[in-house]
């Protein structure tokens, strides 16, 4: 069982910026690759990040690629996602994720450990 906990969620103004920690235990944490997902009200949960166990291989929605960074710490068990330049519409409840692959991948079937969320909300 993994166990995932997300911090650094908030209130900013466009084209602030934030950085969401996602702390992790139960299993050794550089077997698997870890995500980021959102879910915005009344849509989908989609891909936001991924990055693959060693951290060298990252994936992004085309969305937020340039201005999103995802990393790792494996030592301290930890993966976060840096936001910069944000927009209204990255307003969303973000979600930490676990998966069984050490591939980074945005599909959601890859992921087993899920993270409770932390609300970000951009403001215009």
């Known amino acids: 069982q993994v166990h995932l906990v997300e911090s650094g969620g908030g209130l900013v103004q466009a084209g602030g910026s934030l950085r969401l920690s996602c702390a992790a235990s139960g299993r050794t944490f550089s077997t698997g690759a870890m995500g980021w997902f959102r879910q915005a009200p009344g849509k989908e949960r989609e891909f936001v990040a991924s990055?693959?166990?060693?951290?060298?291989?990252?994936l992004y929605k085309d969305s937020v690629e340039g201005r999103f960074t995802i990393s790792r710490d494996n030592p301290q068990s930890t993966v976060y996602l840096q936001m910069n330049s944000l927009k209204p519409e990255d307003t969303a409840v973000y979600y930490c994720a676990g998966a069984h692959t050490n591939r980074a991948t945005r599909y959601t079937p890859h992921y087993d450990y899920w993270g409770q969320g932390t609300q970000v909300t951009v403001s215009s």
């Open positions: 990055i693959s166990g060693s951290g060298g291989v990252t």
